[in-house]
């Protein structure tokens, strides 16, 4: 990759609390937004994303469905995957063969090393098929060449540019492999989405005190950890404590990063969202397999925001119809207990 601007910033430049009627922008916020506009209007882009068709889903969930034919024609081809743990493949396409014009920034923490002794650092691209504005894709040490399996780095730098960003539209997701990543090079999902996800305030039950973990009462069934700021650390190594465990089983999962509330057992919606909510998704692996025609389930779609491939199922689209797509992609809920009691017992 060719040299790019250098995006610095301490912890200081993290906002702890956002409201959704929140209209001021950071200085993360500024970059990302400009340096992608300016991308979006030299025609770098497959396609012309201008403000998608909208909808939400009648019912408790409230799903955001919105039309992007283009997305569904112009994305990638995803890479012959046919494991969790694959390895990288220098010949195959990675994020080090970008046209360097689609490079934004690269973020580079002032404060704190991580494991090798060098200063946190990651490129942001734009993604050329975008999903929302600003999507983009977050790459830790591309030159690394890692595959697409979390580290304690990627997700330090996921949670971290969520709390750069004043926005509390501005999301991160993560697909591991078998979960709908096309790629197998260390990279995260970054895009604004106006809209508020249930799943920012969505109930949940405690189930590791210390590791601050719990289990989403809602559908679908999964792992959610919840930061306030200071015990950052702590929780990125839960993260990726949980993420190594499914990798070792080659269980495909989905990972979602967001502002949200305080976690509770009961549904309490609130505009002020005072933490980072990191939801994690363990998931059956797709390894060539047919997608949907309506939407593939990946970490968006899990965490309700549904980008619908055709204007016929985005018409007719239901949130039981919805439902009934996801719980495909699930883990059985047998399976699921199972491999929640084997969590509790690794992280304890």
């Not at 030159?143 to 999301?171: K, N, W, Y």
């Not at 919840?226 to 989905?254: E, F, K």
């Not at 939801?279 to 925001?305: D, I, Q, T």
């Amino acid at each position: 990759m060719d040299d790019c601007a250098i995006f610095t910033y301490t912890n200081k430049d993290f906002i702890n609390d956002v409201c959704s009627g929140n209209q001021n922008r950071s200085r993360f916020d500024l970059a990302l937004r400009s340096g992608w506009t300016e991308r979006k209007n030299t025609g770098l882009f497959r396609y012309q994303l201008d403000d998608l068709e909208t909808r939400i889903l009648p019912g408790p969930c409230g799903y955001i469905a919105q039309l992007n034919i283009m997305r569904g024609i112009e994305r990638r081809k995803p890479q012959e995957i046919l494991s969790v743990r694959q390895n990288f493949d220098p010949k195959q396409f990675n994020f080090n063969k970008i046209n360097p014009k689609e490079l934004l920034f690269e973020l580079q923490c002032e404060e704190g090393c991580h494991q090798n002794g060098s200063k946190r650092k990651c490129k942001v691209i734009i993604n050329v098929s975008p999903l929302e504005f600003g999507h983009c894709l977050l790459v830790p040490e591309p030159d690394r060449c890692h595959p697409q399996i979390l580290t304690p780095l990627a997700v330090q730098m996921g949670i971290e540019t969520v709390l750069l960003s004043a926005d509390p539209g501005f999301r991160v997701g993560f697909n591991s492999l078998g979960g709908f990543a096309s790629v197998n090079h260390l990279h995260l999902h970054g895009y604004y989405l106006k809209h508020q996800l249930r799943i920012e305030s969505s109930p949940a039950e405690l189930i590791l005190p210390k590791k601050h973990l719990y289990g989403l009462l809602d559908f679908p069934a999964g792992f959610l950890f919840y930061t306030q700021g200071p015990d950052l650390d702590l929780t990125v190594n839960a993260v990726c404590s949980l993420t190594d465990i499914l990798v070792d089983r080659n269980i495909a999962h989905n990972l979602f990063i967001t502002r949200g509330c305080p976690p509770q057992r009961e549904h309490e919606q609130s505009s002020s969202r005072i933490g980072v909510r990191v939801m994690v998704w363990p998931r059956l692996s797709c390894f060539g397999a047919k997608e949907e025609s309506a939407f593939n389930v990946a970490l968006c779609e899990l965490a309700g925001h549904l980008p619908f491939k055709n204007r016929e199922d985005y018409d007719t689209a239901t949130e039981a119809g919805v439902q009934d797509i996801i719980r495909k992609y699930l883990l059985p809920q047998e399976e699921f207990r199972e491999l929640q009691k084997h969590v509790m017992k690794c992280l304890l």
